[in-house]
C-alpha cells in the first residue's frame, strides 16, 4: 500500500531543526576516515599486524602528588601506595625484562627522567637490550596538561636532551604522564623533534596529526589492553587479562587480514611484575612470540612502526 501524502517515510528528517545546532569544537588534527575505506600497505615482510609493548617504568614522588593506588588513598605521606609503587622499581620490572630475554620481545619502555636520579641502572639494563625509550615526563606525580606553553616546551625539551644524553640518541615518541595534553601539545611535540605521540588511542592504524611545525605521528596505545585500568580500574583478575591479551591478538590477527593493524600492550612493572601477575603475562606471551617465531606476525617498538610509516608512500 502507498503511503498516505500526510505520512513520511524518514520521520523526523523533513521537518526544519527547531533550533540551529553551532558546530561542535573539533581538534582540527586528522579527519575522520573510516578503517574500512583506506588505501593498503603491509609491514616488514609481509606481515599484517604490527605488536609492541609498551613497558611504563615510573617514579613518584615522596608525600605528594598522583599515582596509581593499591588501596584507599590516605594522607601524605601515603606510604602504603608509594612502597607498591616503588615496588616495580626494584623488583617488578627486572623480572619483566627477565621474560621479555626469555621470550626475546622488544620493547618500547617509556620512562620518567626522574629515573635517571633514582635507579638509572634500570634504565640502563634496557638500553642495554636494545629497547627503544620513549619520553614519558619527568614524573608520573604530576599532569602536563596544565603547564603553561613554556613550561611544556621546557619539560618536552629536557626530556628530549636527557633520555638523548644518556641513549646517544633522542627519543622520538611521547607519552604524557596520565594522557594529560594541553591544546598545544601536538604542536609542541613536533616543534621539540619528536615524531610520534601516543597519546591518541582512536585508531588501529598510524594517523597523521596536523601540527604547527608539520605532520606527527599518532600510533595506537592502548587504554583497555592496559593493566592499570583493568587490572587497578576494573578490579580484574590477571588471568582474566591475560586472557584479554590472547583474545585481542587472535580477532586482529583475523581482522588484520583486511588492513594492517597494530596491537599494543601497555604494562607497568609495579602490576604485572607482581609474581602471581607475571606468571600470566609469561601465558599471554609466549603465544605471540611464537608467531613471531613462524613469521606471523610483527613485533616491533612503536620506533620501529613510526619508521615504517615514514618510508611508505604520503598516500599509504
Known sequence: MNPSPLSSTNPGRDAPAPWAPAPLASHGRFPYQAITGRADYAWPNGARLAVYLGFNIEHFAFGEGLGAELGPASPHPDVLNFAWREYGNR?????????????????GVLINTALYEHCPE???????RGDELIGHGYSNAHRQGG??????????????????????????????????E?????????ETGYRYTLNWCH???PVRMRTRAGDLWAIPYPQELND????????????DFADMILDQFEEMRMQAQRQPLVMGIALHPYIVGQPYRLRHLRRA????AAARDRGEIWFATPGDICRHMDSLTPTA
Do not use: N, Y
Not at 123 to 128: E, G, I, Q, T
Not at 149 to 169: K, N, S
Open 228 to 239: 592499570i585500568p583493568m587490572i587497578m580500574g576494573r578490579k580484574m583478575d590477571a588471568r
Open 203 to 205: 585508531d588501529d592504524q
Open 122 to 128: 634500570l634504565v640502563d639494563a634496557c638500553l642495554a
Open 182 to 190: 594541553s591544546h598545544a601539545t601536538p604542536d609542541l611535540l613536533a
Open 285 to 288: 606471551l609466549a603465544p605471540l
Open 147 to 180: 603547564l603553561s606553553e613554556p613550561d611544556e616546551r621546557a619539560l618536552l625539551e629536557h626530556c628530549r636532551d636527557r633520555i638523548g644524553q644518556h641513549a646517544g640518541r633522542a627519543p622520538t615518541g611521547w607519552l604524557s604522564p596520565w594522557i594529560s
Open 91 to 107: 623488583v617488578g620490572a627486572w623480572r619483566c625484562l627477565e621474560l621479555f630475554d626469555e621470550l626475546a620481545l622488544p620493547a
